[in-house]
């Protein structure tokens, strides 16, 4: 979500006249994140977000947008796209890809209490609920390929030490797949700086562009990854005991899932730990680039192995 297009108050009042969205009032960049540009969007009826994709085609976008306003119908509070004059969602706007969303309530928060964990987890639940009725599908563009591929590429950058890590732990999970269990479109990036609170509730899900179709119990990793642990990288008990029991009152676990956990919270620190050394040692350019430190998913990856059969679950 870095600026790597520039968009002038000129360039977005022109696009705007392919949309009943009233006159710009103003237009704000938004400095984070590494994948997309994104503007804060303010007419007169009304907030918006504009996003230009820097990486997504024109071809792979239709699948995000109509994700979006399918869960939006289903009661999730998601950006909702808005379509122009032409019914349509996706548009270009300097020879980028882009698209205009509702801007949802509430701000993201650093320090999350256990219910902050309990209402993300319950909103995930009914995330991958609603998504069970959406009828496309997108593979996992970041799964077992991307990660050995990856890996690879980065294993030249590291020392010895993290080189082996990044390689056997690449090996496990190409023999510990977690294929078989309950699958359907996950978020794919449910970070705190994706959750908007407002108040005690959600106020919106945002930044649904790693979105796919791969297992559940992923997605829930991924998420308590980063809202449930500490900053040494051990899992919180009372933070995620809360986003679990959370989550399975809104979609019940399968015994299957239960023992699969340590699993996937191995393979979902690997998937963050890979991309951003990627992120951090092949950057792309641009004008404004916050690039994550890849230490820190190595170091919860390193927890999770140690800790094992013994990590905490319901």
């Not at 964990?117 to 991958?128: D, E, P, R, S, T």
């Not at 700086?193 to 959600?202: H, I």
């Not at 979105?211 to 500490?230: E, F, K, S």
């Not at 996937?264 to 992120?279: E, G, H, K, P, T």
Request: glycine share 6%; net charge negative; hydrophobic share 45%.
């Amino acid at each position: 979500m870095a600026v790597f297009t520039r968009v002038t108050e000129a360039d977005i009042t022109a696009w705007l006249n392919n949309y009943s969205l009233g006159t710009l009032l103003e237009l704000q960049g938004i400095a984070s994140g590494i994948e997309n540009t994104n503007y804060f969007v303010t007419t007169s009826n009304g907030r918006f977000v504009l996003t230009l994709f820097e990486k997504l085609t024109a071809d792979e976008l239709p699948f995000y947008l109509n994700l979006m306003a399918h869960l939006a119908r289903h009661g999730i509070p998601c950006p909702s796209p808005v379509a122009d004059n032409s019914n349509l969602f996706l548009g270009t706007l300097n020879g980028k890809p882009a698209c205009i969303v509702s801007r949802l309530p509430g701000k993201s928060v650093t320090q999350p209490t256990a219910e902050n964990c309990a209402a993300v987890g319950a909103m995930l639940g009914q995330m991958h609920s609603a998504g069970h009725s959406f009828g496309d599908a997108m593979p996992n563009p970041r799964g077992t390929a991307w990660r050995a591929a990856t890996a690879q590429q980065m294993s030249k950058f590291l020392c010895a030490e993290d080189a082996a890590l990044l390689d056997a732990e690449v090996a496990y999970h190409a023999q510990h797949a977690l294929d078989a269990l309950p699958r359907g479109v996950i978020h794919g990036d449910l970070f705190r700086d994706n959750v908007l609170l407002d108040g005690e509730r959600v106020g919106g899900l945002i930044d649904f562009y790693f979105a796919c179709n791969d297992c559940l119990l992923y997605d829930v990793a991924i998420t308590v990854n980063d809202w449930c642990v500490d900053a040494e990288g051990v899992l919180d008990s009372r933070r995620t005991h809360a986003f679990l029991r959370a989550y399975h009152a809104a979609r019940p676990f399968t015994a299957q899932e239960a023992a699969s956990w340590p699993t996937a919270l191995r393979v979902a620190a690997l998937r963050f730990w890979i991309s951003r050394l990627f992120d951090l040692h092949l950057p792309r350019e641009g004008e404004i680039v916050n690039a994550h430190n890849p230490e820190q998913f190595k170091n919860i990856l390193q927890r999770h192995i140690t800790t094992g059969p013994n990590t905490i679950w319901l």
